[in-house]
């Protein structure tokens, strides 16, 4: 079963976008999704067949504002390749 919220949103960057030409997405993804759990969802989703997930943890950051320390938080990331000819419009 898949979990509703394990695809947060598709993040739209000018590196994501530059990827598209190598078949390449980029998504953000719930902190405990697994890369099986990931293609299932994504191929539900889209209609697509994923050949590759690859997963990036990033840390949480501090920030200062005006003074004040406070924590960015931290974000887990899939990039997952699509089949040949096949493609999601985001």
Do not use: C, W
Request: proline share 6%; net charge positive; glycine share 4%.
């Amino acid at each position: 079963m898949i979990r509703p919220h394990l695809i947060r949103q598709p993040r739209i960057t000018e590196k994501a976008t530059g990827l598209v030409s190598l078949h390449k997405y980029i998504f953000e993804v719930d902190k405990y999704a697994t890369k099986p759990e990931v293609k299932q969802a994504i191929e539900k989703r889209y209609s697509v067949h994923i050949t590759d997930v690859h997963m990036v943890n990033l840390p949480d950051k501090p920030r200062r504002s005006r003074g004040r320390t406070y924590h960015k938080g931290a974000l887990r990331k899939a990039i997952v390749t699509v089949k040949k000819g096949e493609q999601i419009n985001l």
